[in-house]
């Protein structure tokens, strides 16, 4: 324990003990079985309603139990039920007021665009020095919430963080709950619904509304009866406002890991966002300052893709072009055709060069053909699945779809052509009057200024200019130059690796309720990891 701190159970209040009730649909709700409920031909362990599915909420999906603890209060907080509608009510007042914010956003863009500016510039947030002393050892039980398969690889590797560092200081393995996929349980989390599964559907946002609402009420009521220490969102923040808005009403502390990236467009969001949770990490070097400014709490622990990318070995350059046409089936449709009549177009000018497809999704490799052959691009273009960085090294220029894979080209310091076709007017016009940056890809986001040559286009592409901006690139001369040089210098502010073990030693802290007092200063916001039950 920290000089000047308290035990992890000192002063906290005990919960009276109320006798097991029976809610609706027969299934008593137990207060000393390790999993919690058991019903009609049940067992203690989860949930039973029914055969397990994955996907399904209310059904515990995990093969993993829990390891036994002893009796559990009654929860606090209101029921599963009146906490969704709760949260319902919120989510539809904040979409009664959409357009009027949209407006009022389109009015003030000049100036949202002069504030980020001066961040953009400023130097990077230096990382915030993580906890070193979490309590006196106990069984921690956490929930841990992944609504899509991105989110969901951070979120694994932020467990096993999280394990290690309670391993490394003689701590039990915790008691993890959540949402997520297959991958999450295998790591031994007692899930409780699989909106990754879902996600990978496809359906439109009024076809899924119900499964959504269903899943947030069986999350709501595993916080509750499972006397959850730490309720930690990865990404997704369409998801997890509302489900840590529902946590805070269970008396259950709030992490996201992944700050939302209300800094591109409709800011007013963080309002909201600065009441729900108490603690978000942020990835991005002006990210701190930008949610101070709304009264958020942060934590900068950098990016947890540096945690994953392999060394970076340096490789002569050769003629070689990659094409990243994204992972999802629909960008891919709109954006891949374009790509290909760039590299057609920049093949007849300098012959000989190979080009790939590159694309780690491999259940995505039969979309890619079909469209290879319809573009008459199967005889010079080559699909490369899986090992993207050693199909990265070496490489002369790429042309990508914005997103994360940005890093990874900036990891390989591969000048790259930066694409995004929208679908819609709407979105056209979102593009032109409610973003608040002054740019869309990551790459020059951390360099402070324009590095790679970005297109944002709605309808027939401007190919005239696209292949120029891929010329500049790929010649050696005053634009191939610049752009190496901005590389550099935009992955010097992303910072160092770690961001998964200082993610873990924040969230750890938090769920313990317990800051030393030197860690309360350097917070700026006492009132962080100090909230009792």
């Given at each position: 324990v920290p000089?000047?701190?308290?035990?992890?159970?000192?002063?906290?209040?005990?919960?009276?003990?109320?006798?097991?009730?029976?809610?609706?649909?027969?299934?008593?709700?137990?207060?000393?079985?390790?999993?919690?409920?058991?019903g009609p031909g049940g067992a203690a362990g989860g949930i039973r309603g029914g055969p397990a599915a994955a996907g399904k909420p209310g059904t515990l999906v995990s093969a993993a139990s829990p390891a036994p603890m002893a009796s559990l209060p009654r929860p606090v907080g209101p029921s599963p039920r009146a906490n969704l509608l709760t949260a319902l009510v919120e989510t539809l007042g904040q979409a009664v007021l959409l357009p009027a914010r949209l407006l009022g956003d389109a009015l003030a863009r000049d100036r949202r665009l002069a504030e980020f500016r001066s961040l953009w510039t400023a130097p990077p947030a230096p990382m915030d020095p993580p906890p070193t002393a979490f309590g006196t050892p106990r069984v921690l039980t956490l929930f841990l919430s992944c609504a899509e398969a991105s989110g969901e690889h951070h979120g694994l590797y932020l467990l096993r963080a999280i394990e290690a560092e309670l391993a490394a200081a003689g701590w039990p393995r915790p008691r993890w709950f959540g949402l997520g996929g297959a991958r999450l349980g295998e790591a031994g989390v007692t899930r409780v619904g699989d909106p990754v599964a879902r996600a990978s559907m496809g359906f439109g946002v009024a076809k899924a509304l119900p499964y959504y609402l269903r899943l947030l009420e069986s999350a709501a009521a595993t916080l509750q009866r499972e006397r959850v220490d730490l309720c930690i969102g990865v990404d997704s923040p369409a998801l997890h406002g509302p489900l840590a808005g529902m946590a805070k009403r269970c008396g259950v502390p709030t992490l996201q890991f992944v700050a939302p990236q209300h800094w591109a467009w409709a800011p007013w969001r963080s309002a909201a966002w600065a009441r729900r949770v108490d603690l978000t990490l942020t990835l991005l070097p002006f990210e701190p300052a930008w949610f101070a400014a709304r009264g958020v709490r942060t934590r900068h622990v950098g990016h947890p893709i540096l945690d994953e990318l392999p060394e970076r070995q340096p490789a002569p350059s050769r003629p070689r072009l990659v094409l990243l046409p994204g992972s999802r089936r629909s960008v891919i449709a709109r954006h891949l055709p374009v790509q290909l009549s760039l590299a057609k177009a920049?093949?007849?000018?300098?012959?000989?060069?190979?080009?790939?497809?590159?694309?780690?999704?491999?259940?995505?490799?039969?979309?890619?053909?079909?469209?290879?052959?319809?573009?008459?691009?199967?005889?010079?273009?080559?699909?490369a699945l899986g090992d993207l960085h050693g199909h990265l090294a070496g490489a002369r220029a790429a042309i990508t779809v914005s997103g994360t894979v940005l890093l990874d080209l900036l990891h390989?310091?591969?000048?790259?052509?930066?694409?995004?076709?929208?679908?819609?007017?709407?979105?056209?016009?979102?593009?032109?009057?409610?973003?608040?940056?002054?740019?869309?890809?990551?790459?020059?986001?951390?360099?402070?200024?324009?590095?790679?040559?970005?297109?944002?286009?709605?309808?027939?592409?401007?190919?005239?200019?696209?292949?120029?901006?891929?010329?500049?690139?790929?010649?050696?001369?005053?634009?191939?130059?610049?752009?190496l040089a901005g590389l550099e210098q935009a992955a010097e502010r992303l910072g160092p690796p770690g961001a998964n073990r200082r993610a873990a030693a924040w969230a750890l802290a938090l769920a313990n309720r317990e800051f030393s007092p030197a860690e309360r200063e350097a917070s700026r916001a006492p009132a962080v990891g100090l909230r009792t039950r």
């Open positions: 000089a000047g701190g308290a035990s992890v159970g000192a002063g906290r209040p005990a919960r009276r003990r109320a006798p097991a009730e029976v809610p609706r649909g027969g299934r008593k709700r137990c207060g000393s079985a390790a999993g919690g409920c058991s920049l093949r007849a000018r300098h012959p000989g060069i190979e080009v790939l497809v590159a694309q780690g999704r491999r259940e995505l490799g039969p979309q890619i053909e079909a469209i290879l052959g319809a573009e008459g691009a199967a005889d010079w273009a080559r699909l390989q310091r591969i000048p790259a052509l930066v694409l995004y076709r929208v679908e819609s007017a709407f979105e056209e016009w979102l593009g032109r009057r409610a973003l608040s940056v002054p740019c869309f890809g990551i790459t020059n986001l951390l360099a402070g200024r324009m590095v790679l040559p970005e297109f944002g286009f709605r309808g027939a592409p401007p190919l005239a200019a696209l292949g120029q901006a891929l010329e500049q690139l790929w010649d050696d001369g005053p634009a191939r130059t610049a752009a």
